[in-house]
T-cell receptor, first 118, second 116 residues
Framework: AQTVTQSQPEMSVQEAETVTLSCTYDTSESDYYLFWYKQPPSRQMILVIR??????QNATENRFSVNFQKAAKSFSLKISDSQLGDAAMYFC???????????????FGTGTRLQVTL | SQTIHQWPATLVQPVGSPLSLECTVE??????LYWYRQAAGRGLQLLFYSVGIGQISSEVPQNLSASRPQDRQFILSSKKLLLSDSGFYLC???????????????FGNGTRLTVT
């Protein structure tokens, strides 16, 4: 079974600085998807960024970017110019390609709580 | 645009009482539907998913069950709640296979369940 590991339970960053959240995963598949979700205090899960494993180019979404290292099975999230609103739990998630009768089942890591300080 | 509604937002129930959490999706047809549970300080655990009406797959054995009586309605139930059922429950949807090659999950706002 696939597993997702986030080894940093908590991280802290100063406003306007850059922070990187780590994520590693284990799979025997060659093609799959990876996601980062944000869960603010409201506890709503918000998609931050996604990456297809067959794409070598790292995904970017405004201030958010990933460093995808397929051979190392690593998928880190970089937040640039951190803002107070970035404070949240961040979850890394893995998904296989869909097969008949299945669905987009995500396997989540345990999360990293990000604090943003002034 | 698609929206997902989940209710209630908060629920306090005694041990042994029944449970019914409801989730509906608007703006899409034949979505894949999911129930996740998030225990305090932990990640999300997939409980059930459904690829169509009446089709339910269970990921973990437990005291809970799920049903999909209509295309865009997903219900999480229990006949008798246990203390260990306390947690934060999230409903989610994604595009069906063939329509969303890279479809992420879209989550509802969640239900905080406390079993006393």
């Amino acid at each position: 079974a696939q597993t997702v590991t986030q080894s940093q339970p908590e991280m802290s960053v100063q406003e306007a600085e850059t922070v990187t959240l780590s994520c590693t995963y284990d799979t025997s598949e060659s093609d799959y998807y990876l996601f980062w979700y944000k869960q603010p205090p409201s506890r709503q899960m918000i998609l931050v960024i996604r990456q297809e494993a067959y794409k070598q180019q790292n995904a970017t979404e405004n201030r958010f970017s990933v460093n995808f290292q397929k051979a190392a099975k690593s998928f880190s999230l970089k937040i640039s110019d951190s803002q107070l609103g970035d404070a949240a739990m961040y979850f890394c998630a893995y998904r296989d390609l869909e097969n008949t009768g299945t669905a987009s089942k995500l396997t989540f890591g345990t999360g990293t709580r990000l604090q943003v300080t002034l | 645009s698609q929206t997902i509604h989940q209710w209630p937002a908060t629920l306090v129930q005694p041990v042994g009482s029944p449970l019914s959490l409801e989730c509906t999706v608007e703006g899409t047809s034949n979505p894949n539907l999911y129930w996740y549970r998030q225990a305090a300080g932990r990640g999300l655990q997939l409980l059930f998913y459904s690829v169509g009406i009446g089709q339910i797959s269970s990921e973990v054995p437990q005291n809970l069950s799920a049903s999909r009586p209509q295309d865009r309605q997903f219900i999480l139930s229990s006949k008798k709640l246990l203390l260990s059922d306390s947690g934060f429950y999230l409903c989610a949807w994604s595009l069906p296979r063939g329509q969303g090659y890279n479809s992420p999950l879209h989550f509802g706002n969640g239900t905080r369940l406390t079993v006393t």
